[in-house]
């Protein structure tokens, strides 16, 4: 709990200081962890057994196929190294320039995100090869053993077979059953089968993967120390990366608002990163992994690709994929082709639909389970969750998308006002800080040329600037 609470605090840390000085922290954040990848890659496939691991990688079980929530996890990792439907993109793409073009960035983005995961898997299962053939090793030399101690007891010509590592998979299966019934019937233990295959397939998922199995494989890498460090350098750098573009749409957001409109950016910032670190602090708990696990399936699988779905029926159909592809025409100066078209009004909306409809109906013909821990028999079984967790996990699953409806309906009984016009807004960008400053002065004041004196100087009230700080105000 110590530990957890300590990159906790780090991370507040770290992200009240992005609003002061952004660039030196996010370069980090993105370039550390390709450093360490580079340095675990060039370690990574020169171990015994990395040809294993990555033999299984790259062997695709088709039958997963049919499985919902694979599904449903693939697109999640999509929408989490893309960023999409978090509403930082929207958050960071404000401060772009009209003209920027948004295509190659998107393009660019898919590319470094598929060479980034699959990189990053090659090292991942190149260490876990090492691991599994090291644990195929030692389950051979302990039923060599076991051999060795019931051998007076075998027929003779059964005692002259010599079993060793090298031809253990030819000689053992045909001295197995002689072997298996007289040690059973002595130690009433069974005899384990030896398997590359079954020992990657035994390999965990999510924080297992990162905490436990990854990690007892560096511990057995020559030199486990420095391996550890670089290898926990790079989660907290990972996490601190994402982080970032998480909290800055959210607080872009906050910041936007009338109600936060005069308070310092960085003095929301710690407001609101201490807020997720005090609720962070229930995964700190005897309970915390499977309350890690509730949040991680309910909260930020479902939601999230709820909300992408109603982005894309939004922008295609609402707003108009016409409309949306003449202000692409405007950016970049050319109108999306028949693919992006296609995309956005079809391909994309039906996938997310078929995924939400098929992993619904999958929870609910197979009721939700967590891994719980058997300390008798030492190991993770299947429990059903409690009544009380499948309500918190229902209010969890309502959070992330019952915004959407809530807000379309009090618009449209005029419950709060829509501004269609930015100049009936009450805008307030009061003493803009150092993390925004930067991007809005190389473009709004190159846009805006207020000179003294002018005949419009009586109207220019909403735009002023001060001390190298953008300012602008339209007031009602």
């Known amino acids: 709990m110590g530990a957890y609470v300590k990159l906790r605090v780090a991370s507040v840390l770290i992200s009240v200081a992005l609003a002061f000085e952004p660039a030196v922290v996010v370069y980090f954040t993105a370039l550390f962890p390709y450093c360490i990848l580079i340095i675990f890659f060039g370690r990574a496939v020169t171990l015994k057994g990395a040809g294993a691991g990555l033999k299984h990688m790259f062997t695709p079980d088709m039958s997963k196929l049919l499985d919902p929530t694979v599904w449903m996890d693939a697109a999640c990792q999509v929408f989490y190294s893309l960023g999409l439907a978090f509403g930082s993109l929207i958050a960071f793409a404000s401060y772009n320039p009209m003209k920027n073009n948004c295509r190659r960035d998107a393009l660019f983005m898919c590319v470094i995100t598929v060479f980034t995961a699959t990189f990053a898997t090659i090292d991942i299962f190149a260490v876990l090869g090492f691991k599994a053939v090291a644990n195929y090793e030692k389950c051979i030399d302990r039923n060599i053993n076991i051999l060795q101690n019931i051998l007076p007891d075998l027929p003779e010509h059964t005692q002259r077979i010599d079993v060793n590592l090298d031809n253990y998979e030819d000689v053992w299966p045909g001295i197995l059953e002689k072997i298996q019934e007289l040690y059973e019937n002595k130690t009433h233990h069974e005899i384990k089968h030896c398997s590359v295959e079954d020992e990657l397939s035994q390999a965990a998922e999510g924080t ?13 890498l020559p030199g486990s120390n420095f391996w550890s460090v670089c ?5 907290l750098a990972l996490g601190l990366g994402s982080q970032f573009g998480t909290m800055e749409g959210v607080i872009t957001n906050l910041f936007d608002m009338k109600v936060f409109a005069r308070v310092r950016k960085e003095i929301l910032t710690g407001c609101v990163c201490l807020s997720s670190l005090l609720i962070g602090l229930i995964f700190c708990t005897g309970a915390g992994e499977y309350w890690l696990g509730m949040f991680d399936t309910f909260a930020g699988s479902m939601g999230l690709i709820v909300i ?3 982005e ?6 609402v707003y108009g994929h016409k409309k949306f592809s003449a202000d692409i025409e405007k950016m970049i100066g050319e109108w999306p082709g028949w693919y992006w078209q296609a995309t956005w009004r079809f391909i994309s909306p039906l996938t997310i639909f078929t995924i939400v409809v098929a992993s619904v109906y999958h929870r609910i013909t197979n009721p939700p389970t967590y891994p719980a821990w058997n300390a008798e028999l030492g190991i993770s079984e299947k429990i059903e969750y409690p009544g009380w967790a499948m309500f918190v996990c229902l209010l969890l699953l309502m959070a992330g998308f019952l915004p959407i409806p809530i807000v379309y309906l009090m618009r449209r009984l005029q419950c709060i006002r829509f501004d269609s016009n930015i100049h009936e807004a009450s805008i307030k960008r009061v003493e803009t800080t150092i993390s925004t400053q930067g991007m ?15 005949e419009d100087d009586e109207e220019d009230n909403g735009l002023t600037v001060q001390g190298g700080k953008f300012r602008m105000e339209v007031i009602d």
């Open 208 to 220: 297992g993967l990162a905490f436990i199995v990854f990690t007892q494989a560096i511990v057995e």
């Open 231 to 235: 290898f926990f350098m790079m989660l």
């Open 308 to 310: 992408a779905f109603f």
């Open 312 to 317: 894309c029926i939004v922008i295609s159909y």
């Open 440 to 454: 809005i002065k190389g473009e709004e004041l190159e846009e805006y040329h207020d000179s003294p004196g002018g």
